[in-house]
């Protein structure tokens, strides 16, 4: 049997990592600030997340949410002390779709409302709500079409206060900072405007910050530089540094019922045993106070390096735009300097790196960069 091929590859076979490096079949090591897409939090192997996770797996791997789970309580309450987030209630799933999905859910039962304000540029995953909710039509399969979306632009205020008041959405869905749509922070104001909107309109807002959360824009969460508490949040990539988890955090306001949400494998023995480890090592390495210090670091040289456009983002979630494609730069920093990148559409580079990424490493980066920028 081959592969179903949806994904354009870079030949490199992976087989190793250690910190915010990794390692090729070919014996290569390459400087990671992609991170897996944002997923690697305290970097690769760490060995506090391989003792905890084999721990667990000699004793349970898994059992069904049919029993009470332990370790979904303390990884509840740790999350709850790290997130400033202590009186909100937690639900786990699998994946950053599967909370989308769950959040819109919920928004839904709550008001009893049907219709979905979100953002053009936005990106949700790829489940049936989850997707409606995205800016792409080229991912929505006509099966998707039947949710009611209304796009807006990001500043188009009138238009926000317009649909709000109408009184007919049940959500509000945006990111802490746009990640595919090119790395776009939203502005504190708009953001506390959006929070008393949604609060007169009786509106769930949810907040995606399943890229931009988790330590990642140097806050535990994107949008608590702009002090807002929103109703609903939905958390996934980092949360175990690669064991497939998701989360979504509720806030006091919304009523549990047996049955409303479920699922089978969410917050099993071993997934919470994972991302506990990732919230025992964030405290311990104070990794979110790291990505604020060396993401302002790295905005600093970067804003001021010839060639860039503009530098966007907040902590380790940057966004580096260019005049033209960067898919020649990209492919330079891989295959010459085995450097990873992301990227955001065809103009926007998309640095992601570990949150435990060194001021060296990411002095390494720069030097590097401004060297390929040169041979341009
Ligand atoms: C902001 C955001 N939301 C949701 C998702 C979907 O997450 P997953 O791929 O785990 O379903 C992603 C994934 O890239 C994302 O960046």
């Given amino acids: 049997m081959k592969l179903f091929d949806v994904y354009p590859l870079f030949d490199i076979n992976i087989v190793k990592g250690k910190g915010c490096y990794t390692y090729d079949d070919q014996g290569n090591t390459y400087l990671d600030l992609y991170g897996g897409h944002a997923v690697i939090s305290v970097g690769h192997s760490h060995p ?4 905890r996770i084999s721990d667990q797996v000699e004793n349970l791997g898994f059992y069904s949410n049919s029993v009470v789970n332990r370790l979904q309580e303390e990884f509840a309450e740790k999350l709850g002390k790290a997130s400033g987030y202590e009186n909100y209630r937690l639900f ?5 779709a599967e909370a989308n999905e769950n959040a819109l859910k919920l928004a839904s039962f709550h008001t009893g409302r049907k219709k979905v304000l979100s953002f053009h540029k936005s990106f949700h995953g790829r489940t049936s709500a989850a997707v409606r909710v995205t800016d792409n039509p080229a991912i929505i399969a006509p099966v998707n079409q039947g949710m009611d ?6 500043g188009d205020n009138e238009r926000l206060e317009m649909e709000l008041k109408t009184g007919d959405y049940c959500a509000f869905i945006i990111e802490g900072i746009l990640g595919i749509g090119g790395i776009i922070v939203p502005d504190p104001c708009f953001m506390q405007n959006l929070q008393n909107l949604c609060k007169e309109t009786g509106t769930v807002l ?15 969460f994107a949008h608590q530089y702009s002090g807002i508490h929103p109703d609903l949040i939905t958390v996934a990539k980092g949360i175990a540094n690669g064991f497939p988890m998701g989360g979504l955090l509720i806030a006091p306001h919304f009523e549990a019922k047996y049955g409303m949400l479920g699922t089978t494998f969410g917050g099993n023995h071993l997934a919470c045993a994972a991302g506990l480890a990732v919230l025992e090592i964030m405290e311990q390495e104070q990794l979110v106070q790291n990505a604020e210090s060396v993401g302002n670091y790295l905005f600093q040289e970067l804003t001021n390096m010839d060639g860039i456009k503009e530098v966007r983002g907040l902590g380790l979630m940057i966004g580096l735009e260019f005049d033209e494609p960067v898919k020649p730069i990209r492919q330079k920093l891989l295959f ?10 065809s103009n926007v580079i998309r640095l992601l790196p570990p949150l435990c990424l060194s001021m ?17």
């Fill in 48 to 51: 506090h997340y391989i003792k």
């Fill in 92 to 96: 786990l799933v699998n994946s950053g």
């Fill in 149 to 154: 979306v209304t796009f807006l632009t990001i």
């Fill in 206 to 220: 949810i907040l995606d910050e399943i890229q931009s959360g988790y330590g990642r824009s140097g806050r535990f």
């Fill in 336 to 345: 010459e300097h085995h450097i990873f990148t992301g990227v955001s559409g």
């Fill in 360 to 376: 060296q490493q990411a002095t390494q980066f720069i030097q590097t960069l401004k060297k390929v920028l040169a041979e341009k």
